[in-house]
């Protein structure tokens, strides 16, 4: 019931900026629990950062003050501003919707993925 369409990626150098965006139909994402994740090739999925249904956010080390995880609930709409990008952000980058909402345990939505090299 739920779809998440991913946008925004490309192509930028070494400190350059990007502005992921997310889009939701299909159901109440005001209330969802929503992360942005990114796989490289050959290398595990990694989650980049969580925003729960109030907004609030985390970020692992890799990621904590260079990216900026928000939420547009008016617009269904979850964005990921990526700053300073270093050559090691290189990724597919995904949005997911988490299953029951706090715990990230468990994401039963993901979208397509949009691309992001730095180069």
């Known amino acids: 019931h739920v779809q998440l369409v991913e946008s925004g990626g490309g192509s930028v150098e070494t400190g350059g900026s990007l502005r992921l965006s997310c889009a939701a139909s299909?159901?109440?994402?005001?209330?969802?629990?929503m992360a942005w994740f990114r796989q490289a090739p050959g290398e595990e999925r990694e989650g980049v950062a969580t925003?729960?249904?109030?907004?609030?956010?985390n970020y692992p080390d890799t990621v904590k003050g260079r990216f900026t995880g928000s939420r547009d609930n008016a617009k269904n709409t979850l964005y990921l501003q990526l700053n300073s990008l270093k050559i090691e952000d290189t990724a597919m980058y995904y949005c997911?919707?988490?299953?029951?909402?706090?715990?990230?345990?468990?994401?039963?939505?993901w979208g397509q993925g949009t691309q992001v090299t730095v180069s």
């Open positions: 997911a919707k988490e299953l029951d909402g706090g715990n990230w345990v468990d994401f039963d939505y």
């Open positions: 299909g159901g109440t994402y005001r209330t969802y629990c």
């Open positions: 925003i729960n249904n109030f907004g609030n956010t």
